[in-house]
């Protein structure tokens, strides 16, 4: 079979900056419902989007506005109001309820230094600036997605926050000080902080901050138990209060990123009385709480505490003036027969509720798509609003008065931005989706979703029925295996741009989603701790090489490529079919679950993949220890010397999966004289996101695989 793929570098750059050019939606706001003067009604849609700028070497941000004229339960009349507008120094911003003021807090650098303002902005007028670093009430404002929020009270008057707590400057010991001076013990200089993890190094002790626009007055609130961080908060019915949740940071704190299964409950603090109160168990983890428009109910999502870090969750409602709480939707085993297969997320969108308080829309992977699903709170009853919808992924930007706005993509189309009004409670009617920003279909990109199921000897007897591996393809020519990490995440079929790039090059890829991907019911996440490095890397050669018996692609020029534990699974299939696969890319692979589980910001995913319970006080036990070493690649790496294999990593400053696993394995195959080259990409984290990292990481992965394919 000849090439017919592209092999030259400038011709794979050209093409690269073409695809990067699409932007992704990040969020839309509903504004005020406003009657013009012929009687029409229309609201304004903001919304915001990334976009990779290769010369800037930067995501840039943009924000557009549209106007939909509608007739609340259908829309009219829709188009753009106005052009782009790149957003730049807004960390987070937010209009208040009536749409009449908006807040920003912005970062702006002043002789060299980084300030933070809170500004408040009325009609075209910026009516307020409060330097918020000079203040010194608090560290820097949070603007992640894991603590980080800005909310208005019910009432406009008052803004809530979360910062990082005060530290009083540290000197050293030698530091002599004047006695009216107020300032840490000398000697504190070097005292070590814990954080939060991967994405969230410099935020260790949250703390609630409320602005009172009129006096410009900051405070921070009191009454948060010492041993809770707290986050996610938001004003309580008719702003007695605030409700948040609480992470338990004792006696150490784990990363939090893709592990929403730490220790949390929701909790009210009383404003007046500086009273806390818990509202949930205690005994779980929580996320993502949202107060129903009549702000008589609160809905969050729920999960078992560690085991493993992304499970099936459970829906909960809690009553804010009975103080019950309901299991609204439970953890689903196995997929039903109309397809629902659980709720996996770890946060609802910012607005969520139907305009009746009576149901909750959720977007979440079912299977190996990205669908919307309406939950009527008080049977629990789910219904999918776009199963039916052709293939692809749906997310919810947000809710207003039962306007839907989401993002539409699939592997063939980039982001697109539609809106619906959600039907009546209790009508049957189909959503009718109106395109406000429309993308292109890009040509020469063919998919499918396959399904395949292991055969017997590959079962699970513990959980044997129904779990299957999903996976899809482009239907091309070469085949290149691109794996889900995790293990428990999922690849949906949404636009992806390395992947849109490879097909455009040439390639066929598989993307696998094997068994203890989340979207598949929690039997399939469960099936997998204890099994990694067998199951994992069986489920995935099985894909393959039933999709090679099609006889569509060369048996020889077949590459495998994954991150993370994705990369893990990729460098086991190196070692255990040493024969099969010509070319490897890893980034950031785990490498050795032994020697990683004292350096990563998440020791307990090292246990539970292991098989083993996890507990804040377990030690090091070298029967443990023993098991992990046998389940990770390393332990292969022998093997993979008798292949013509060559082996790609990338690696950065991690910390989940630190990049001394992938010198691990680096230093192996140099050993064994295994061709391998390394990349390093400093300043980046665990994803590898920076726009130069992202896109020198696609070029050399891109030329390594046209290289060692011998294409
Ligand atoms: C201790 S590293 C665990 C692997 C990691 N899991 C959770 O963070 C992983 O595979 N991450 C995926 C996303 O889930 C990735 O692509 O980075």
């Excluded at 970062?107 to 000079?134: C, H, M, P, R, Y």
């Excluded at 602005?211 to 138990?225: C, H, K, Q, R, T």
């Excluded at 082996?647 to 630190?658: A, E, G, Q, T």
């Amino acid at each position: 079979m000849e090439s017919q793929v592209m092999t030259n570098p400038e011709d794979i750059s050209k093409l690269y900056r073409e695809l990067s050019l699409f932007p992704s939606l990040t969020r839309a706001d509903v504004g005020p419902v406003i009657t013009s003067q012929y009687g029409g009604k229309y609201s304004n849609i903001y919304t915001e989007w990334s976009q990779r700028d290769l010369e800037r070497n930067e995501n840039v941000k943009f924000c557009r506005q549209y106007i939909v004229f509608h007739d609340d339960k259908s829309v009219v009349y829709s188009g753009p109001s106005g052009n782009c507008t790149e957003i730049k120094g807004e960390l987070l911003s937010k209009d208040s309820p009536s749409g009449d003021m908006k807040a920003v807090v912005r970062e702006s650098i002043i002789k060299g230094e980084d300030k933070q303002f809170l500004e408040i902005w009325s009609k075209n007028i910026k009516v307020k600036s409060i330097n918020l670093t000079a203040l010194k009430k608090h560290g820097k404002v949070y603007e992640d997605d894991q603590f980080g929020c800005l909310v208005w009270s019910h009432s406009e008057t008052h803004l809530l926050y979360v910062a990082e707590r005060k530290r009083l400057k540290a000197e050293s010991f030698f530091q002599v000080w004047s006695s009216k001076h107020t300032h840490t013990p000398n000697g504190e200089q070097f005292v070590f902080y814990e954080d939060w993890g991967e994405t969230l190094v410099s935020k260790s002790s949250p703390v609630l901050c409320v602005l009172d626009i009129e006096g410009s007055n900051v405070s921070v609130l009191e009454g948060v138990p010492d041993n809770i961080s707290p986050g996610q908060a938001f004003w309580a019915p008719s702003d007695t209060g605030v409700v948040f949740v609480g992470w338990w940071h004792e006696p150490f704190r784990l990363g939090l990123k893709y592990s929403p299964n730490r220790r949390s409950s929701l909790f009210y603090v009383d404003l007046t009385g500086g009273q806390c109160e818990q509202l949930s168990s205690g005994s779980s983890a929580v996320c993502s709480p949202k107060l129903s428009p009549d702000q008589c109910r609160i809905i969050y999502l729920e999960c078992a505490v560690y085991g493993p870090h992304q499970q099936c969750s459970r829906l909960c409602m809690y009553d804010w003036y009975t103080k019950r709480t309901s299991v609204v939707v439970d953890v689903v085993k196995r997929p039903r027969e109309d397809g629902f297969a659980g709720i996996y997320s770890s946060s609802l969108s910012p607005l969520c509720w139907s305009a009746d308080s009576q149901r909750i829309l959720v977007s979440c992977p079912q299977g190996s798509r990205k669908d919307l699903l309406l939950v009527e709170t008080t049977t629990g009853s789910v219904t999918s609003l776009t199963s039916k919808s052709p293939g692809g992924s749906w997310s919810l930007l947000t809710i207003e008065r039962n306007l839907m706005v989401v993002s539409w993509s699939s592997p063939n189309c980039p982001p697109s931005l539609r809106v619906g009004f959600l039907p009546l409670g209790g009508s049957r009617e189909e959503v009718d989706w109106v395109v406000l920003e429309d993308s292109q279909t890009q040509p020469d990109i063919d998919w499918q979703i396959l399904n395949f199921t292991p055969p017997p000897e590959q079962d699970n007897s513990q959980y044997r029925k129904n779990i299957h591996s999903d996976s899809w393809t482009f239907s091309l020519y070469l085949l290149c295996l691109s794996l889900s990490g995790g293990p428990h995440s999922v690849i949906v079929a949404d636009w992806l741009l390395s992947s849109s790039v490879l097909c455009r090059m040439g390639f066929a890829i598989l993307l696998v989603n094997y068994r203890g991907s989340i979207g598949y019911g929690q039997d399939s996440i469960s099936s997998l701790p204890g099994n990694v490095g067998t199951q994992d890397v069986k489920d995935v050669q099985f894909a393959v090489e039933s999709v090679l018996r099609g006889g569509a692609f060369d048996e020889q020029k077949v590459a495998v490529a994954g991150g993370s534990h994705g990369g893990f699974v990729a460098c086991h299939l190196i070692g255990q079919y040493p024969e099969f696969y010509k070319a490897c890319v890893a980034r950031n692979p785990v490498i050795n679950l032994a020697s990683m589980i004292g350096s990563t910001d998440i020791p307990d995913w090292c246990m539970v993949e292991a098989g083993y319970n996890y507990s804040t006080d377990c030690l090091p036990d070298p029967a443990v220890w023993e098991q992990m070493l046998n389940k990770s690649p390393i332990k292969h790496v022998k093997q993979v010397k008798k292949a013509l294999l060559s082996l790609y990593h990338c690696f950065s400053d991690d910390k989940r999966v630190p990049p001394k696993q992938g010198i691990e394995y680096y230093r192996a195959l140099k050993a064994l004289q295994v061709p391998v080259r390394l990349l390093w990409y400093p300043g980046n984290n665990h994803s590898l996101s920076k726009v130069d990292a992202e896109s020198d990481g696609f070029m050399n992965i891109a030329l390594w695989m046209t290289q060692h394919l011998s294409l």
